[in-house]
């Protein structure tokens, strides 16, 4: 009888430590870093590469390890059950229940699973083989218990396709979060980071300069004016057109001009400024800031001419247009200086019409959504449904605006109060 009882006691003894390797496995698998975990298997690491390779499949993983801790939990739970009946009787049912789950909970759940929270790198290294093995075995069972849950989830309407791309980027964008609260970090590198996850979310339409506000060359003026014009940009490539601004002949390089001004000594004005405009770069206005930046590496290009779905002219859009939306404004010593915006005394703001939205919401940790317009201005119009006359104050998303100045159809400048918790710079 005691022999019986001390290999009953070992036998659950060693269920626990199996019930207890697997849920730590379970937990150390799901809460690993699959970004370490790739680069150490770039390094040669074959544990990190088994450990992708299971992470691959995590439905597949998930039922066969809780396959398994159900069979070694229930079996040492029916052990004790049958040991305590043995000496206690009826009662020894209540004595195993209570034992075997507080045995359960701490030593095969709480513990293994705290200890792979704090340690889930080195926890699915060192278990991969392991449990990559146990897939093996168990892999038909696993297969046969997925289609029974696939089917179950069919049949209640919640078996939704997985988008993985979404969530790997949710997941990025919830690290940078963490990242920059936990380190203490200033928006500015948050902003940075998530710079670069928008830029496929983002149409050149948004950030572009609008046509309105080009500079922009007359093809038809003396050389020495076209001259004096490049020489008194802020800008190196100004658009050129002919007859009609709507029609963009080419780009003209600051660079080219001087080029040609240097080369020999002819009068200003015997020099042929068509022959040495550049061809014109014609872009859709839906094409995303990814694509786009590409495009420019690729043509070795810094400026294109965006058009609508009819092949107007909307605007124009620069590879520094593009670099501003994840590092923020770039300016040199010949850039204008334009202040969009100015902070007021009262807490409100003194916003000029033509400034993005996204630019301000960056800025000031703002929401104003940016579907419908990209400008401050459009934003107001397009809520407001109509051409606000000047003095005229509308409620949107919680925030006040109020019409300070307006050019014919334009709103020009704009007063915002934002709601108090966001008032703050």
Known sequence: METALIIILVSIFLLLTISAVLSGSETALTATSRARMHQLKRKGNRRARMVEKLTDRKEHLLSTILLGNNLVNILASALATSALIGIFGDAGVAYATAIMTLLILVFAEILPKTYAIRHADRAALALAPLIGGLVFVFGPISTVLQAIVRLILRMIGAAGPQNLASAAEDEIRGAIDLYAKEEGRGE?????????????HVDVSEIMVHRQNMRMIDISQTPSQIIAQVLDSPYTR???WRDEQENIIGVLHAKDVLRAVSDGERDVDSIDISSIVGEPWFVPETTSLADQLRAFRLRKSHLALVVDEYGALMGLVT?????????????????????????????????EGPATIRDLNRRFDWTLPD????????????????????GQVFTFHGFRFEVVRRTRTQITNLRITPPAKTGAI
Request: no cysteine; proline share 3%; hydrophobic share 50%.
């Open 319 to 351: 590879m520094e247009d593009i670099l501003e939306e994840i590092v923020g404004d770039i300016s040199d010593e010949y850039d204008l200086t334009d202040a969009l915006v100015r902070a007021l005394a009262d807490g409100s703001f003194s916003v």
């Open 371 to 390: 579907e419908e317009a990209a400008t401050i201005a459009g934003l107001v119009m397009y809520e407001a449904r109509v051409i606000p006359e000047v």
């Open 188 to 200: 500015g590198e948050k902003d940075m980071l998530g710079g670069v996850l928008d830029l496929a």
């Open 238 to 240: 100004i658009p050129v």
